[in-house]
């Protein structure tokens, strides 16, 4: 198992289109082969950072996932609302190795 999580800093205002944004990913990756689950949560102190955490059962299954077509597409809408590149960190669960 492997747990993704990725940083995304929001331009200001864009809040709303990000998180509708979002959705549409989460929507999509729920048919995604391998998907477990996934949260999005907003930064308390900065309301314009947000961090989504998935879980798949394999490294396998996230890169199939990071690499299809239209997640691709799905996120390359987020860009124009984000102040920077998202920031991808991928850990895998103790005890589950990769």
């Given at each position: 198992m492997v747990r993704v999580m990725i940083k995304r800093r929001v331009k200001a205002g864009e809040v709303p289109k990000v998180e509708e944004a979002l959705k549409d990913l989460?929507?999509?990756?729920?048919?995604q082969r391998g998907y477990v689950t996934g949260e999005t949560l907003v930064r308390v102190d900065d309301?314009?950072?947000?961090?989504?955490?998935?879980?798949?059962?394999s490294l396998e299954s996230w890169n199939a996932w990071h690499e299809n077509e239209r997640r691709v597409q799905l996120a390359d809408l987020l860009r124009p609302?984000?102040?920077?590149?998202?920031?991808?960190?991928?850990?895998y669960v103790v005890g589950r190795e990769i």
């Open positions: 989460r929507a999509a990756a729920l048919y309301p314009n950072t947000m961090l989504v955490i998935s879980t798949w059962d609302h984000l102040q920077d590149d998202e920031q991808f960190f991928i850990y």
